[in-house]
């Protein structure tokens, strides 16, 4: 028996001694949520992250991540439960997705902010599929010089969505409607053409995201239905989570991939294998804001 009291009071001991070892009373090691990256473990990303935010300064203020760990996730939604469950202290999250975040749910917060240089959003195809990636790249080149590519960021990201009040975004029958009319986005069907099947994931709103009747919106799916009218294709989208994006086209369950994150240091390419083509980029951004989630009194 007193053995047993002995070790009791041993183990109490030491967990005060780990809790009184923090200022605030947490504990030492706090984690980070990514979305998945697919050539690379948590741990590998986030050292890399981390060397870049101490030797350029890219961690603008907040935590200094000394001491931080790294955990991926295959979708935001299991992000952002691992966040509000405590899992995780932040979501590391490009500043489009953050800000949208912070729109629609005041609760989210950011920590932070950080830099890891340009990054760019780009279409991956496989590699015997080059024709249609060089077409591809027609149209978005063409969409870039026209200004339409602007004109849909303005629309579906700076802008969007159009009213962030609690009744909008919360509240009634008719409001949800509203939304549902903002959110549709028409594709042109052609009539003998082939169709291409697109992957999207949902995962960076409002860049890419699943509407409330459950089909794709937001910024990819616009730039996917003017492809669609300029090379006259008919567009079908294929819902898949961040961790089988390669694998739905190497399975064949897509021709295109929405959504491949492309940093112009090899050093970073932890997104892209050797069986992947990429589109030229339609979206890129050079920071991250790293959200918070405020728990109410």
């Known amino acids: 028996m007193k053995k047993f009291l002995c070790l009791i009071l041993a183990l109490f001991l030491s967990i005060n001694a780990a809790f009184a070892a923090v200022p605030d009373g947490s504990l030492a090691d706090d984690y980070v949520g990514f979305l998945t990256r697919l050539k690379t473990t948590p741990e590998e990303f986030f050292m890399l992250m981390k060397t870049a935010w101490a030797t350029k300064g890219w961690v603008i203020e907040g935590n ?21 469950a405590g899992e995780i202290n932040e979501m590391i999250l490009p500043d489009f997705v953050a800000e949208y975040l912070q729109k629609i749910d005041k609760r989210y917060a ?6 890891s240089g340009t990054m760019n959003l780009c279409f991956g195809f496989m590699k015997e599929n080059k024709d249609l990636a060089n077409k591809w790249n027609s149209a978005l080149t063409a969409m870039r010089n026209e200004y339409v590519l602007a004109n849909l960021e303005k629309k579906y990201i700076k802008n969007f969505p159009e009213d962030t009040s609690y009744d909008y975004i919360y509240g009634t029958e008719k409001k949800k409607k509203e939304r549902e009319k ?7 069907r052609f009539k003998d053409a082939p169709t291409i099947k697109v992957a999207v994931t949902g995962d960076l ?56 994150e492309v940093h112009k240091n ?21 920071k991250f804001i790293h959200l918070q989630f405020l728990v109410e009194d």
């Open 110 to 115: 950011p920590s932070c902010v950080s830099n």
């Open 266 to 286: 090899s050093a970073f390419q932890h997104d892209v294998n050797e069986d992947i083509i990429l589109s030229v980029p339609y979206l890129s951004w050079n």
């Open 205 to 260: 709103p409002p860049v890419d995201f699943i509407a409330e009747d459950g089909t794709p919106a937001g910024y990819s799916t616009a730039v996917l239905a003017e492809i669609g009218k300029r090379l006259k294709i008919n567009i079908q989208l294929v819902q898949v989570n961040a961790g089988a994006r390669t694998a739905a086209i190497a399975s064949g369950r897509a021709d295109v991939v929405f959504w491949y």
């Open 64 to 84: 200094d991540h000394t001491t931080s760990k790294a955990r991926f996730y295959d979708s935001l939604i299991l992000m952002q439960m691992a966040l509000n």
């Open 182 to 188: 903002q959110n549709k986005i028409k594709f042109e």
